[in-house]
């Protein structure tokens, strides 16, 4: 009955195109029909407009339609299997990638020029389209969370392989760090708290929600435009003292008393509680660093490296000792890289590639570029991946150059090719074996294609 109604669905609408075709009056049209759901032409214009879409291979009036098939494929079994996102996750995806966008785009105004729309309704679709990415990647991953891979595998799998066909490793550093926080005078934080608490005084009294203070005054990225709104998270997820606060409260009617985090200071309301997981909005406010405190920081920083030259002590026992930075400190100064494996579990790692330090500070980065290994920087002011003004000096303590991936050096990245190939190879045998179970209609005039998965036309 349902395929039935979709024919007739899918045959109605061609006749109203071409009944508008005649009239000099083109309107949507319907070109591909999956199971339930069609797929319209102005979707397809919509992604092609799309920036992430300008470096497509192949016609993009075949391979949008088909990823767009390929998509209803996954998001119907993600309904079948009950697999969510949150609004706050989609929202926060939506704003990197809109950022990402005004930069190439040279502005806002151009990128609405662009795209032909003004930015309310860029994101408006875009919440949509991610919405539906997100679910997608989710159901991937579920598919495919019981694929492993065994050492033997791996070995087999790179045994034969000339050496210009394995993968290329970037080079990688390891570096050390020694670093103060400038003094923030008394007064600035009061100035700080007593910001906040007058947020809080508004927001009881009615005059201001917390999601329009949130937009217009918060200073964390990641939750402004969202009104201050985090995803549901555990004890364990939060900040310690962040989440001793949070996790008090039992009213989301009230506002939480100004609390100090390892970020800044924040007042924080409940909006949900679910089992051992709660949702928050809140404000963050951080105390502004003088430029007076971050050069008497780096003056400072210039005594205990002459200091560490003259060898009076090594540069490990000043990150140990004096060093203001809790990630490095217990680590005798060395930074850690925590990466994901295509298994999704976590790893530690001391190497980073110069991308993922860029991502750590980009100042940094630029700083570890052209050192020589052993080498002690010159202080320098960065922002940390708390967002913080922090003063250090570096210390490179390893380089490890570019090369061809080998067994005994680079086993883990070996490893999740192999994983990776295993996992690509199980979604493309779901993808043809659901082909073949799902009602596909297309459009005559899309079928000239040659499709990356030939089973859509029937």
């Known amino acids: 009955m349902k395929r039935s109604l979709f024919i007739l669905i899918f045959s109605f609408s061609q006749f109203l195109i071409a009944f508008a075709q005649q009239a000099n009056n083109i309107i949507d049209e319907v070109i591909w029909v999956v199971g339930d759901e069609a797929i319209l032409k102005s979707e397809v214009e919509g992604m092609r407009r799309d920036p992430s879409w300008s470096q497509i291979k192949g016609n993009p009036y075949c391979v949008i339609p088909e990823r767009l098939a390929i998509q209803k494929l996954f998001l119907h079994q993600a309904a079948i299997d009950s697999i969510e996102v949150t609004d706050a996750q989609v929202n926060n995806y939506v704003e990197e990638r809109i950022k990402e966008w005004v930069m190439t785009a040279g502005s806002k105004e151009k990128l609405e020029e662009y795209m032909d729309m003004p930015m309310s309704q860029i994101r408006e679709e875009l919440f949509d389209r991610y919405k539906d990415e997100m679910l997608v990647g989710k159901m991937r991953e579920k598919l495919t969370e019981d694929v492993k891979v065994t050492p033997a595998e791996v070995r087999r799998y790179f045994k034969d392989l000339p050496e210009d066909s394995l993968p290329l490793i970037p ?141 009076k002590f090594s540069f490990e026992d000043a990150a140990t000792y004096i060093s203001e930075d809790k990630d490095t400190r217990n680590n005798r100064g060395l930074m850690t890289n925590q990466k994901q494996k295509s298994d999704g579990s976590l790893m530690q790692t001391s190497r980073f590639e110069m991308g993922e330090l860029a991502n750590e500070s980009s100042e940094l980065a630029r700083v570890v570029d052209g050192m020589e290994i052993g080498e002690i920087s010159k202080p320098f002011q960065m922002t940390n991946k708390r967002m913080k003004t922090v003063c250090a000096i570096a210390k490179l303590k390893n380089r490890i150059k570019s090369h061809r991936a080998s067994m005994s050096e680079d086993f883990q990245v070996l490893r999740d090719i192999v994983l990776r190939k295993k996992k690509e190879e199980l979604v493309d045998n779901w993808i043809r074996e659901k082909q073949k179970t799902t009602y596909i209609r297309i459009n005559p005039d899309w079928c000239n294609c040659e499709f990356e998965y030939p089973g859509w036309v029937k």
Do not use: C, W
């Not at 995803?231 to 900040?239: A, C, E, P, S, T």
């Not at 009213?251 to 609390?259: E, F, M, N, T």
């Not at 949900?272 to 430029?291: E, N, S, Y």
């Open 171 to 311: 080079t990688q550093v390891e570096v050390e760090l020694v670093v103060l926080q400038p003094h923030i005078p008394e007064e600035e934080i009061t100035r700080v708290k007593e910001e906040l608490r007058g947020y809080a005084e508004r927001i009881t009294n009615g005059g201001m929600s917390f999601s329009t203070l949130a937009i217009l005054n918060s200073e964390d990225p990641g939750t402004k435009l969202q009104g201050g709104e985090m995803d549901y998270m555990g004890r364990g997820q939060l900040d310690p003292a962040f989440a001793n606060v949070a996790f008090a409260l039992t009213d989301p009617k009230k506002v939480s008393k100004v609390v100090e985090s390892e970020f800044g200071f924040h007042i924080i309301q409940l909006i949900d509680k679910r089992g051992d997981k709660a949702k928050f909005r809140h404000i963050l406010r951080k105390p502004k660093v003088a430029q007076a405190d971050i050069d008497a920081a780096l003056a400072r920083l210039d005594s205990i490296a002459d200091e560490i030259r003259k060898e």
